[in-house]
């Protein structure tokens, strides 16, 4: 069974950082593509940045240069280090994946940047 599970949301202060895991299991990991996405209240979920199985990375225009995803295939954990947060970045964090069983999501983690 597919298991996905986020950690490290929290309340950061602007200008700050956080960094988000995804530990994954019940699928051969390395061989997906993982995605985050977030969702603020009020708003429609959106796709925040995504990385290939071969390490190819994409991001939303709003977080390019202040955000990196990454994964390592060793831990089956996909990560999103948040630098230079914004109150706008306040949301629930998810990590997906699509893979042969199908659509899995995690639970989310909570992110607020606020002072």
């Known amino acids: 069974q597919v298991h996905l599970v986020e950690s490290g949301g929290g309340l950061v202060q602007p200008g700050g950082s956080l960094r988000l895991s995804c530990a994954a299991s019940g699928f051969t990991f390395s061989s997906y593509p993982m995605s985050w996405y977030r969702q603020a209240p009020g708003k429609e979920r959106e796709l925040v940045a995504t990385?290939?199985?071969?390490?190819?990375?994409n991001y939303v225009d709003s977080v390019k240069g202040r955000f990196t995803i990454s994964r390592d295939n060793a831990k089956n954990t996909v990560y999103l280090q948040m630098n230079s947060l914004k109150p706008e970045d306040t949301a629930v964090y998810y990590c997906?994946?699509?893979?042969?069983?199908?659509?899995?999501w995690g639970q989310g983690t909570q992110v607020t940047v606020s002072s």
């Open positions: 997906r994946v699509l893979t042969g069983l199908g659509l899995f």
């Open positions: 990385i290939s199985a071969g390490g190819s990375t």
